[in-house]
């Protein structure tokens, strides 16, 4: 099983047509990913060429569902415009949004995030690399051939970077389901959403967190994991090195004193239970030997 996106979702791309969506429609196609049409209402009613499949354009995210029954969408629509089109899934009622996009005002976010819970759309991102359940979908820009092998580990991060990282150092272990949450102020999937879909899905046997400095998400979804999760969970935190009071990386997280630190969130998760690592090899030596302990 997977979480969120499995061999049975049906894909639209929003921004298909443009370079990025193109480029990666054709990848998500080659990891076989159903993707069944794309959106942009300026080229609606023609079609585009992926190797051995044709996908239809069309000029709602409404009439796209209504003609191939998608349950699925990924944004790559540029920021200033990006807000609109989640909204525009969202009122067409499909179920989850992929946000790649980059760059959208914290304002925009703040908008179409609350927007979406509203119309029970669950919303992945933005600045996200998406996520996929190997051998079976692929929705965004995580490189397929990375962990082509389905297994029994579920990721949740917030770098895109690390996704990739820690699906190489476990290749030959596999994953349910790798989710690239985002690092952005606001974000619509949370860590602990995840950790919930995660401990409710039969075939994933134990969870990998990537955090990074900045905020209190992974101090809560320490609370949650003492709490609610019982599968075993290891942890990883970029930042140690990090100076306080700078804003660092995507993720516009300003350290300040004690707060937001790598350390008090490596400290809240080891508290809970987490093991952490101090390095991405490390976190993925930590995860072989719990697995090999379940066994």
Known sequence: MAIYLTKESKVLVQGMTGAEGMKHTRRMLAAGTDVVGGVNPRKAGQAVGFDDRTVPVFGTVSEAMAATGADVTVVFVPPPFAGAAVVEAADAGIGLAVVITEGIPVHDAVAFHAYARTRSTRVIGPNCPGLISPGQSNAGIIPADIATKPGRIGLVSKSGTLTYQLMYELRGTGFTTAVGIGGDPVIGTTHIDCLAAFEDDPDTELIILI?????DAEERAAAYISSRVTKPVIG???????????????????????????????????AAGVRVGDTPSETARLALEALARLT
Do not use: D, N
């Not at 955090?211 to 905020?215: C, L, P, Q, T």
């Not at 935190?237 to 700078?246: K, L, V």
């Open 236 to 270: 990883y935190i970029a930042g140690f090195t990090a100076p306080e009071g700078r804003t660092m990386g995507h993720a516009g997280a300003i350290v300040s004193g004690s707060s937001g630190t790598a350390q008090a969130k490596k400290q809240a998760l080891e």
């Open 211 to 215: 955090g990074e400095i900045g905020g």
